[in-house]
C-alpha cells in the first residue's frame, strides 16, 4: 500500500516526508518517526521520544524537542492530534504531550498502526 506523502515546514524549508509509527522497544507505547519517501527508517527524524517512567495513555506521545515548534504545527496542520498543556521532563530538556488520534495516524501508516497496536495488546494494553 502507498503511503500519503506530508509537507513538512522547518527552519530548513519545506521537505515532502512519510509518517512511521511504531511501539518503542521498552513497554511498546507509541513511536513516530518521519522518513523522507522511498526511505525505510525515519531519515528524516523522529516526532516523539519516549519517556518510560511518565504515565500515559496508549494514544499519547511526547514531542522531541529537536525542532519542537514545527513539529507541533505541522501536528495540528494535519490534524493528527491535540496539543496538551502537560509537559514530561528528562534532564534539561521539557517535551510537550500530544493526545494523537490513532485513526488519523493509521490513515498515513496503515501498516505501522497495525504493528503498533498488536504489540500494545501483547504487552498487555499498557502504556
Known amino acids: 500500500m502507498e503511503q500519503k506523502i506530508l509537507q513538512y515546514e522547518s527552519e530548513f524549508g519545506k521537505e515532502e ?3 512511521q509509527v511504531r ?5 511498546s507505547r507509541l513511536y513516530i518517526g518521519m522518513a523522507k519517501p522511498g526511505e525505510e527508517e525515519a531519515s528524516y527524524g523522529d516526532l516523539t521520544v ?3 517512567y511518565e504515565s500515559i495513555e496508549v494514544n499519547e506521545a511526547f514531542i522531541s524537542d529537536a525542532s519542537c515548534k514545527h513539529k507541533l504545527q505541522f501536528i495540528r496542520k494535519y490534524k493528527l492530534g ?3 498543556q502537560r509537559v514530561g521532563r528528562s534532564g534539561y530538556c521539557a517535551y510537550r504531550l500530544v493526545q494523537f488520534d490513532l485513526k488519523k495516524l493509521a490513515e498515513y501508516d496503515p ?3 497495525e504493528k503498533f497496536l498488536a504489540e500494545h495488546e501483547k504487552k498487555g494494553g499498557q502504556a
Open 82 to 84: 491535540k496539543v496538551l
Open 17 to 19: 516526508i512519510m509518517l
Open 50 to 52: 519516549n519517556l518510560p
Open 111 to 113: 501498516e505501522g498502526m
Open 23 to 27: 511501539p518503542y522497544g521498552s513497554g
